[in-house]
């Protein structure tokens, strides 16, 4: 069974409200540097960069990661992971990184992307935004700026779709 938790304005209203929360805790936008996790983070980062510029009228510097080779489970008989573009075209030792995911889940995909990143530099800041809070930690992450919390069973499956992948903007949940 599927249904739609969030639909094209609801997440238009999260990305707004996470932007100005962003601006709002960091006094202001300057000297923030977004970096999405690839997919869905690369996408939101994105919309959140256009909308601080609205906001401020700073272009934030703006980076893509792909943590595949990261993963702890990537020797766990599992397919093998499809390698995207990791694109940081400044250095980040020293910045303050806004780190962006499409949903936080088990914590195990953020801790792989900070691994990444400190093998890049060493960021004076991470903070970390997520369109989707699901809850199931495994490690003691969390989130400093969360668009929805959505409690859920562990089997469920949450699927964010975004019109940058030709979708609908939109947020299923899916119970089996």
Known sequence: MTKELLNKKDIERIISRIAHEIVERNKGAEGLCLVGIQRGGVHLA???SAKIWEIEAIKLPF???DISLYRDDINMNKPQPVLRKTDI???ISGR???LIDDVLF???SIRSAMDALMDMGR????QLAVLVDRGHRELPIRADYVGKNIPTAKAENIEVCLEEEGLEDRVLIQTP
Request: glycine share 10%; no cysteine; hydrophobic share 30%.
């Open 106 to 108: 088990t914590g195990r």
């Open 96 to 98: 303050r990184l806004i």
């Open 123 to 126: 960021p004076s800041h991470i």
């Open 63 to 65: 980076g893509s990661l």
């Open 89 to 91: 075209p400044f250095d």
């Open 46 to 48: 994105k919309r959140l």
